[in-house]
């Protein structure tokens, strides 16, 4: 049995300690925000925050979580207003869809860190793919998230 703490919430579940994150989170705990990409930690889809930095699940065995803050798309995507799925849904990014969960992620992260980002910043923090080639539609996302998170 592994202990984790997923979005403010105490979660116990029945698995093998160097099962990775994202399997836990996804078949064991039904939290099926978080996507499988490529399972080897290139393309970004996995993303969650861990203790506030952005982490690819499919590369972190669940019980190296245990004891951390984990979060996950669906605590960003419930919270009313949130300025980062506000500018994603204005800018109308995503396409096919299935990397935004994972591009939401790192982009949250990114403005933790740097509220004022640079296209030069923003360039270097998402290193998510994205098949469809939205990267200036991302980009301009997150410069309208960093303007709504400064009121």
Known sequence: MITLNINGRRYDADAEPDTPLLWVLRDTLSLTGTKFGCGAGLCGACSV????????????????????QITTIESIAAEPNHPVVAAWIEHQVPQCG????????????LLRRNPNPSDDDIDSAMTNICRCGSYGDIRAAVHKAAALMKG
């Not at 861990?50 to 004891?67: F, K, L």
């Not at 990397?99 to 790192?106: E, L, P, R, S, V």
């Open 49 to 68: 925050h861990i203790d506030g930095q952005v982490m690819r699940s499919c590369m972190m065995a669940a019980s190296q979580a245990a004891g951390k």
């Open 98 to 109: 299935y990397c935004q969960a994972g591009q939401i992620m790192a982009a949250t992260a």
